[in-house]
């Protein structure tokens, strides 16, 4: 079956960097575009950005600047890069692939705070 697991949250002061992956399994991974969205405190889940099967990425205007989205299609592993994290950067962030319908990771709660 579809699993997608994130990995690497945590506490970063502001200005700080942090690295999360999302490890898929259960579907050809390297056929479909891969998305970042997050869940910020009180708020609907937002889109960050997507990589597509080839490697071009498109990114949020909260995103773009700090945050980049690469994959490994050997490894079926996506990350996402987030450097200068800002407190409202705060939020449960969640990987999806669309396939026949949408799957989505359990989440990683990255928090910024000094």
């Known amino acids: 079956q579809v699993q997608l697991v994130e990995s690497g949250g945590g506490l970063v002061q502001p200005g700080g960097s942090l690295r999360l992956a999302c490890a898929a399994s259960?579907?050809?991974?390297?056929?479909?575009?891969m998305n970042w969205y997050r869940q910020c405190p009180g708020k609907e889940r937002e889109w960050v950005g997507l990589?597509?099967?080839?490697?071009?990425?498109l990114y949020a205007v909260s995103a773009k600047g700090r945050f980049t989205i690469t994959r490994d299609n050997t490894k079926n592993t996506m990350w996402l890069q987030m450097n200068n994290l800002k407190p409202e950067d705060t939020a449960v962030y969640f990987c999806?692939?669309?396939?026949?319908?949408?799957?989505w990771g359990q989440g990683t709660q990255v928090t910024v705070s000094s």
């Open positions: 990589i597509m099967n080839t490697g071009g990425t």
């Open positions: 259960g579907f050809h991974f390297s056929a479909f575009a």
């Open positions: 999806m692939v669309q396939l026949r319908d949408a799957y």
